[in-house]
């Protein structure tokens, strides 16, 4: 968790935009998009829009950071994820780890292409075994969904050659 915050001098509401923007694409988060983020709370006043803002990174967690924008004027603040979330886990943890499986590649990999790109570390051993069960129920469920649906097509078809 850091504690020193990173001041952000005279900073407008799309001159943020634009920073989250560039900060999101060299550190490979949500790929530069910051549609999802909200961005009409961001200082509200005239004053604390033309004075600075603090940006606080509160936490991490794989490869999805928690932010905090602070007014250094009024008591405004604003916590946002650098990455969308599913039922509390960030998107941006299970989309890698998916495409690390698609890929035929598990943690000693996404371990070693987070070097190599110079990202934060990822997901622990045992955090990656989760998202790669939930993978794995999720696709199970999907595929016994799949057969069914094909059993059933089978046995409601007017075949003559399955009916004799």
Request: aromatic share 10%.
């Amino acid at each position: 968790m850091s504690t020193d915050p990173c001041y952000i001098p005279f900073m407008s509401t799309e001159e943020v935009t634009r920073k989250a923007r560039i900060n999101s694409n060299a550190a490979g988060y949500a790929s530069g998009r910051s549609d999802w983020i909200d961005w009409s709370f961001v200082a509200q006043k005239p004053e604390c829009q033309n004075n600075g803002l603090y940006l606080v990174e509160d936490s991490i967690f794989g490869l999805c950071s928690n932010f905090c924008l602070y007014c250094k004027n009024c008591p405004f603040s604003k916590g946002f994820a650098s990455s969308k979330k599913q039922q509390r886990n960030s998107e941006i943890n299970i989309k890698f780890a998916c495409a690390l499986r698609i890929v035929g590649k598990g943690f000693t990999a996404a371990k070693k292409l987070c070097a190599t790109l110079n990202l934060t570390a990822f997901l622990s051993k045992v955090s990656f075994r989760i998202q790669e069960l939930k993978l794995l129920y999720a696709s199970a469920s999907v595929a016994e969904n799949s057969i069914k649906h094909a059993a059933e097509e089978i046995r409601n078809a007017d075949d003559p050659l399955l009916s004799a």
